[in-house]
C-alpha cells in the first residue's frame, strides 16, 4: 500500500515579506528579516513556508505583479539571501514554496515591452491586444481593457493595468514558463503556490461578459490540459518531494476533484474560496452581511464530503487578501480573543487537509483599526474607495466595507514585542503597527503554555503525530446548532471528537441529554483542551474547543 503524500500530515506558514520583519530599517519587511526568523518558524513546527512574491517588481500590487521572474527585487535583498533562506529552511527540514504568478506579468516585464512595442514585434501575442474592449470589469475596479496609444490597441488586465494578462493559447509562453518553473526546482525551492491558476484559460474569442465575467475566464477550455502539460513539463518524477496548491477563486467542489485528483496529474489541492464569500451579499465583496455558523460549518463539511474519495483540501482561515481570522470568525473583543483563536484554530486544524497559517495568525493577530482612507495602502481598496467616491456612495460606507473586508487588515505588520513599531522595524513602517501589539506580541506568549502561539505549536505537533488527525473520515454533528461546532474524526477503531464553543456563553453537555450526540465520550482520552491543556474538560463545554479520543 502506498503511504500518503508527506503533507497530509503537514501545516504550511505563509509569509507576507513586505510586512514580516525589516532587516534594514527602511520600513518593509525584508529577505533578512526572513533569516532572523529561521529559529522561530522551527519553534513553531511548521513543514513547509509559502512565501508570497519576492521577484523584482514596481510593487503595484505588492509583487504580485512581476517584471523579473528570476531575481528577488533589490527591496527585499540579495539572490543570496534567497539562497541562504533556502538552505536555512532545509538545515531545519522545512520546505520552501514559491509564489508563481503567471497569469499576468507586470507592465515592465521585458515580455510585456517587447509585445507592446510593435503590431509585429514576435510576443506580440503573449498578451491579449485588442481593436475593441469588451464589457469585463476588473477585480481592481474600471475596465479590464487599457488603450495603448503606441499601437493603438487595447491590451487585457483582469487585475490592475500594471498587470497585463498572458495569452496561454500560446505555446511559447507556456514554455516560457515551464523552464522558469524548472529553473527554481533547481534553486532548491519544493514547490509552488500558483496565483489565481484557474484564470489562464479564457474563453476565446474573448466576448462580452454580460455580467458574468466567471463563465469567460474561470476554469476555461484548456485548463485542465494547461496544468497536466505544466506537471509532465516540471514536476514528472519529482512530484512526491513537492507541494503544488492552486488558487482558485470561484471553484466549486466538482471542479475542485478535478483539480486534485492524483490520477490526473494536475496539482495537489486548491484554495477555494467560498467558505470567505458566505459574509458577502448579492453586491459582492463589499456588501457585507452576517455570516451564521451552520452556514461554515456546512461550507466546510461539504467540501470534507466532497474530497472525502478523491483529492484534498487546504485548510484557511485568512492569507494577505483575507480579513483576520479572529476579527471575522471568531471574538476580537480583548477579553475573549485569545480563546477565540484558539477555538477557531483547533475546528480548523482538527478538519482533513493541509491547514495553513498566516504569518500572526498564530498570534491571535486582529484586524487593523482603519481611522481613514489614509491609512490604506492596498490598491484594490483604494481603487475601490474612490469608484465608490465618484458614484455618490458615502464615504463612511464605502469604508465600513474596507474596515470589514480589505486586504490591509492582514497586511500590518508582524507583531513580535511591546516595543515601538512592535519590533517590525528601526525605522517607519510602510504601514501603521497595530496599536494592540502592546497585549498582542510573540515575544509575551512564547513561553506561556496558554498562549494562542503555544496552542498552535499543540496543533501542529498533533497532525504529525496522530493519523487520524491527517487521514480519518470527518463527520459533522449538531449540524443546525447555532454556537456548537462538533464533529468526529475516525480512522480504523481510534475516533476523535472535537467539540468547540463559538459563543460567550457556556453550554452544558448534559443539555443534549443522555442519548445525545456525545454518548460514551465521557472517559475518553483528553488530547488537548483550549482551557487548561492536558486537563479533564469541565462538566460545561468551554469557552473554547476540547478535543477528545476514545
Ligand atoms: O482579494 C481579492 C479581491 O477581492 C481576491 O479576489 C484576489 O484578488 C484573488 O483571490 C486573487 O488573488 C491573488 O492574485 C491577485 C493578487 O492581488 C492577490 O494578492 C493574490 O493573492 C493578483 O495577482
Not at 296 to 314: E, I, P, R
Not at 472 to 496: I, K, M, S, Y
Amino acid at each position: 500500500v502506498a503511504s500518503p503524500p508527506w503533507w497530509t500530515s503537514a501545516t504550511v506558514y505563509q509569509i507576507y515579506p513586505r510586512s514580516f520583519a525589516d532587516s534594514d530599517g527602511d520600513g518593509l519587511g525584508d529577505l533578512g528579516g526572513i533569516l532572523g526568523k529561521l529559529d522561530y518558524l522551527a519553534d513553531l513546527g511548521v513543514d513547509v513556508v509559502w512565501l508570497s512574491p519576492v521577484y523584482r517588481s514596481p510593487q503595484d500590487d505588492n509583487g504580485y505583479d512581476i517584471s523579473d521572474y528570476e531575481h528577488v527585487d533589490p527591496m527585499f535583498g540579495t539572490d543570496a539571501q534567497l539562497d541562504a533562506i533556502i538552505a536555512g529552511l532545509h538545515e531545519r527540514g522545512i520546505r520552501l514554496v514559491m509564489d508563481l504568478v503567471v497569469n499576468h506579468t507586470s507592465d515592465e516585464h521585458p515580455w510585456f515591452m517587447e509585445s507592446r512595442s510593435s503590431r509585429e514585434n514576435p510576443k506580440r501575442d503573449w498578451y491579449w491586444w485588442r481593436d475593441q474592449p469588451t464589457d469585463w470589469v476588473s477585480f481592481f475596479s474600471g475596465s479590464t481593457w487599457e488603450y495603448d496609444l503606441a499601437t493603438e490597441q487595447y491590451y487585457l488586465h483582469l487585475f490592475s493595468r500594471k498587470q497585463p494578462d498572458l495569452n496561454w493559447e500560446n505555446p511559447e509562453v507556456r514554455q516560457a514558463v515551464y523552464a522558469m518553473m524548472r529553473r527554481w526546482l533547481e534553486r532548491g525551492v519544493d514547490g509552488f503556490r500558483m496565483d489565481v491558476i484557474n484564470l489562464i484559460s479564457k474563453v476565446t474569442p474573448l466576448r462580452d461578459a454580460h455580467d458574468d465575467l466567471v463563465a469567460q475566464t474561470f476554469n476555461g477550455p484548456h485548463i485542465h490540459e494547461f496544468l497536466q502539460e505544466m506537471h509532465r513539463e516540471v514536476f514528472a518524477g519529482r512530484e512526491a518531494a513537492l507541494i503544488t496548491v492552486g488558487e482558485t477563486p470561484g471553484v466549486t467542489i466538482e471542479e475542485a476533484r478535478l483539480y486534485t485528483d492524483p490520477a490526473r496529474a494536475e496539482v495537489d489541492m486548491v484554495f477555494q474560496f467560498e467558505h470567505v464569500d458566505l459574509d458577502s451579499g448579492p453586491n459582492g465583496k463589499w456588501d457585507v452581511i452576517p455570516l451564521e455558523l451552520p452556514r461554515l460549518k456546512a461550507n466546510l463539511a461539504a467540501w470534507q464530503d466532497g474530497l472525502a474519495d478523491v483529492g484534498w483540501n487546504s485548510l484557511y482561515w485568512d492569507n494577505h487578501d483575507q480579513p483576520r481570522a479572529v476579527s471575522r470568525f471568531g471574538d476580537d473583543d480583548p477579553a475573549w480573543r485569545e480563546r477565540s483563536a484558539k477555538t477557531l484554530a483547533t475546528v480548523l486544524h482538527l478538519h482533513r487537509g493541509t491547514p495553513y497559517v498566516y504569518q500572526g495568525e498564530e498570534l491571535g493577530m486582529t484586524n487593523a483599526p482603519i481611522a481613514g482612507i489614509d491609512d490604506v495602502r492596498d490598491i484594490e481598496s483604494i481603487n475601490y474607495y474612490r469608484e465608490a467616491a465618484d458614484a455618490g456612495v458615502q464615504p463612511a460606507q464605502v469604508l465600513h466595507g474596507i474596515r470589514a473586508k480589505g486586504r490591509d487588515n492582514a497586511r500590518t505588520p508582524v507583531q513580535w514585542d511591546a516595543s515601538r513599531h512592535a519590533g517590525f522595524t528601526t525605522g517607519e513602517p510602510w504601514i501603521a503597527v497595530n496599536p494592540n501589539h502592546i497585549e498582542i506580541n510573540a515575544a509575551t506568549q512564547a513561553d506561556d503554555p496558554d498562549s494562542v502561539l503555544a496552542h498552535y505549536k499543540r496543533l501542529i505537533t498533533l497532525r504529525h503525530n496522530n493519523s487520524t488527525v491527517a487521514l480519518g473520515r470527518f463527520e459533522l454533528l449538531l449540524a443546525d446548532h447555532p454556537t456548537v461546532w462538533a464533529f468526529t474524526r475516525t480512522r480504523g477503531d481510534d475516533q476523535l471528537l472535537v467539540l468547540a464553543n463559538l459563543s460567550r456563553v457556556p453550554i452544558e453537555l448534559a443539555d443534549f441529554g443522555a442519548a445525545g450526540p456525545f454518548e460514551g465520550w465521557a472517559g475518553a482520552e483528553v488530547l488537548s483542551t483550549t482551557e487548561t491543556d492536558g486537563g479533564m474538560p469541565s462538566p460545561a463545554l468551554p469557552a473554547a474547543a476540547g478535543h477528545l479520543a476514545s
